[in-house]
């Protein structure tokens, strides 16, 4: 066993860790909660210079753009940039479209599509979620009828986010509505640019802005279509595997965790040094433990994928524990500031730029990529074979 | 990186696994309850005869010479079997100790006795009254060429039935304030030693151990005068893993009853394990029992390797994490357990109860949560 990183993945790590320290300060930092102006710009111009260096997509293949690496270097990667709290975009296209596309796409589709997600030169979305449909995603309706050449689209999704600077969403559609409701869906990839396609603002509380986004008629050439159609449900079951260790958000959570400490044993609050009270002694170290259980948790998803498997319920418990222990971290670091930690990152009396503020609404993000009751499912039902 | 065992562990661990189901099943440990060793000679020896005594021991000394992971898998399958008797004291707290602390004169006479089997010998695994000078209640005063001991030692486990124990006594320095710790290996069968049984949760077998006017040779103390402290440390990191990867293989074995339990039960037309409310808590276990395994791999790693540069890498962090992780998974799969089986699990008869009384004592055991919690605020500079 050894939890070690080899020299080389060492060495890149510091580099990533060195870039991102110089190319990101401090006042370009993403804080939790706040969206400043520009940064999404500026996290696109930290995106190309990443992907000059074939540093973004590392752990694809050359051909496709990437570095030609493995996922440990990806997770290295991905954990330096929730570490650097970089303002982060195009992780849509880097974690979900492209891995699909490797192993669903044709040779054209990838030529096409890869390239330039790897280069930073896109913005993707996602369109899995409607509004009457959530956890019980394989009942979706969104409908897509072939015409000759082309797929009609009518419907709508539901927190589509990044959307309003997507260029593309990568979607699921019914096909084939008499089928059982698994083996009747297609996945595509539509152009935003595509008549027909409208969105309305859905402003989430962690301060993203995302939308519903609406399809009266929308025609797809039928190129749009990735893999089979009518599997596009297990082509999605298998890709959510893919980008599953989860270290960006870990490296994220991790950095705010880490300045909180910092900011407790160096400032006074009620008459004392925050962290001199056992009490938060007490919960910051809890927290730790947590946290650093977290990391190996999701360092064994990755080294899982390194060795060729597939993780499935263990990146089920990754996933669940660091939503559970963010949430816990966030409802502690509150406790600790009392009102101090109530005021948002534009106020002049806000500790540390708002972040624990911000984490504390972010925290609340317990359902992205599956719910935590949907976790606990597939660790039960696919990890320890209890029954349906 | 490479987070999955050698193959060598691999085979260490089912080996294990199938020598204590045929050797070690749940019924002997239910009978050896109300035995009056409250182990089995027999299994002892046959697992002497496998080398597990000894693995933490080197080559030279009559051991198996493995390390501290090789010995953390071995101890899953331990913890998973309940294994009775007094093997995380002898063959990792006492072993480690004397190899930090002994001369070679006394590694090469002592250790391979303990590795054979043929000299059993405990130590107290309960909190850290060992080497805090505090609670300190065995003294040591100078008698001729050696030792009188005299005083009482608490939670001493099997001590009834092992031939040798290792104490920590303090003496006197020049003044009052200094105390002076000093680790003694003492026979049993000493005049002036008795020991009485601490009855505990789960029959687990501890003892007060009482000393009056206990002489032993200069040869007793092992290692410097009043270096217990500094020779016990690495020895209670190096059990403290050990006493991670026992609760892990027990809160493993537990999970896998109640996941079969719950294929089985059937309550209101259908498995119990169909419901969400079963499968939920079973998760919930299946998280934290992952999480504690990782943490006390890490921990073993940690302990085991020294750095790029050579130096020895402190594990303290890591080991501290470990055990609080495991605490509160012992607490989770007692709760989740009992939670699951239900009004069955309430009867003596049933085997879950012996898994979560043993859970309770394996968490007070080499410091509980908020002990490495404790632990761990110091190490984060807190």
């Not at chain 2, 008698?143 to 092992?162: H, K, N, R, V």
């Not at chain 2, 059937?266 to 029992?289: E, K, N």
């Amino acid at each position: 066993m050894n939890f070690d990183f080899s020299k080389e993945q060492q060495s890149f790590k510091e580099d990533v860790r060195a870039f991102l320290a110089r190319r990101v300060p401090p006042e370009r930092q993403e804080v939790f909660g706040v969206e400043y102006d520009g940064q999404y710009q500026f996290g696109r111009e930290v995106a190309s210079e990443l992907a000059q260096r074939r540093w973004l997509a590392v752990g694809w293949p050359e051909e496709h753009g990437g570095g030609g690496k493995g996922p440990i270097e990806q997770a290295i990667f991905n954990e330096q940039m929730g570490y650097g709290m970089v303002p982060r975009t195009g992780i849509t296209g880097l974690g979900f479209v492209g891995p699909a596309l490797m192993v669903f796409g044709s040779l054209e589709q990838q030529a096409q599509y890869l390239p330039p997600i790897a280069a930073s030169e896109v913005e993707y979305c996602q369109g899995f979620s409607e509004p009457n449909v959530g956890s019980d995603l394989a009942s979706l309706e969104l409908r897509a009828d072939r015409d000759g050449d082309e797929y009609v689209l009518n419907g709508s999704k539901m927190f589509t986010s990044y959307v309003y600077n997507a260029d593309y969403m990568y979607l699921l559609a019914r096909t084939d509505p008499q089928a059982p409701k698994h083996r009747g869906i297609s996945m595509f990839i539509a152009d935003m640019k595509t008549p027909g396609i409208s969105l309305r603002a859905l402003p989430y509380i962690s301060g993203a802005m995302a939308a519903q986004t609406f399809f009266d008629n929308v025609r797809l050439p039928a190129t749009a279509l990735i893999g089979e159609e009518n599997r596009g449900w297990y082509h999605a079951m298998t890709t959510l595997d893919f980008e599953r260790s989860g270290l960006e958000r870990y490296g994220r959570t991790r950095r705010a965790f880490d300045d909180f400490v910092e900011f407790c044993k160096t400032t006074g609050l009620n008459g004392r040094v925050i962290s001199d009270s056992p009490t938060v002694k007490h919960k910051l170290a809890e927290i730790k433990a947590a946290f650093d259980v977290w990391s190996l948790l999701c360092w064994n998803v990755a080294w899982l994928q390194s060795s060729g498997a597939v993780p499935n319920a263990e990146a089920s418990v990754a996933f669940l524990h660091g939503t559970e222990q963010r949430l816990k971290f966030a409802q502690s670091a509150m406790e600790i500031l009392g009102p101090h930690g109530t005021l948002r990152g534009d106020s002049q009396w806000a500790p540390l730029r708002g972040t624990i503020e911000g984490i504390h609404r972010e925290s609340m993000h317990l359902h992205g990529a599956g719910t935590s009751e949907i976790h606990r499912n597939i660790i039960a039902q696919r990890g320890l074979g209890l029954p349906r | 990186m490479d987070l999955g065992l050698n193959e060598q562990q691999k085979l260490l661990s089912r080996t294990a696994r199938e020598f204590l189901e045929a050797e070690c099943p749940i019924s002997l440990v239910r009978e050896l309850e109300d035995s009056k060793e409250g182990y089995s000679l027999e299994l002892w020896q046959k697992m002497a005869g496998l080398g597990w005594l000894g693995l933490a021991i080197p080559v030279d000394h009559g051991g198996d010479g493995g390390n501290l992971m090789d010995q953390t898998v071995l101890f899953e399958e331990i913890g998973r079997a309940m294994v009775p008797g007094p093997l995380l004291a002898s063959s990792a707290y006492v072993v480690r100790t004397i190899l930090g602390a002994g001369s070679d004169e006394q590694k090469s006479r002592i250790l391979p006795q303990f590795a054979s089997g043929d000299t059993t010998v405990t130590t107290i695994l309960a909190g850290q009254s060992l080497n805090d000078g505090r609670e300190l209640s065995l003294r040591a005063t100078i008698d001729g060429q050696g030792y009188a001991l005299e005083g009482t030692a608490i939670f001493m486990p099997y001590a009834d039935s092992s031939d040798m124990m290792l104490c920590v006594a303090g003496s006197l320095g020049q003044t009052e304030s200094t105390v002076y710790l000093t680790l003694f290996l003492v026979a049993r069968d000493s005049d002036g030693l008795t020991t009485n049984a601490m009855p505990s949760i789960g029959d687990y077998r501890q003892h007060e151990v009482r000393f009056r006017n206990v002489r032993v040779g200069p040869d007793a103390t092992i290692g410097q005068v009043g270096g217990a402290a500094t020779y016990l440390a690495p020895a209670q990191q190096w059990t403290t893993v050990l006493q991670c990867a026992d609760i892990v293989g027990r809160s493993e074995k537990i999970l896998e009853m109640v996941v079969e339990y719950s294929k089985n039960r059937v309550q209101f037309g259908r498995p119990i394990g169909s419901f969400q409310a079963v499968q939920h808590q079973c998760a919930d276990l299946r998280t934290a029992v992952d999480g504690a395994r990782m943490a006390t791999y890490h921990a073993a790693w940690k302990v085991d390797n020294t750095g790029n540069n050579g130096t020895v890498r402190d594990a303290s962090e890591e080991v501290a994490v470990a055990k609080a992780c495991a605490g509160s998974l012992s607490r989770l799969a007692t709760a989740v357990g009992h939670g699951i089986f239900a009004g069955i699990a309430f009867t003596v008869e049933h085997d879950m109860q012996l898994y979560s009384m043993r859970s309770k004592i394996a968490e007070a055991n080499m410091g509980d949560t908020d002990h490495h919690l404790e632990q761990l605020a110091v190490c984060m500079g807190l």
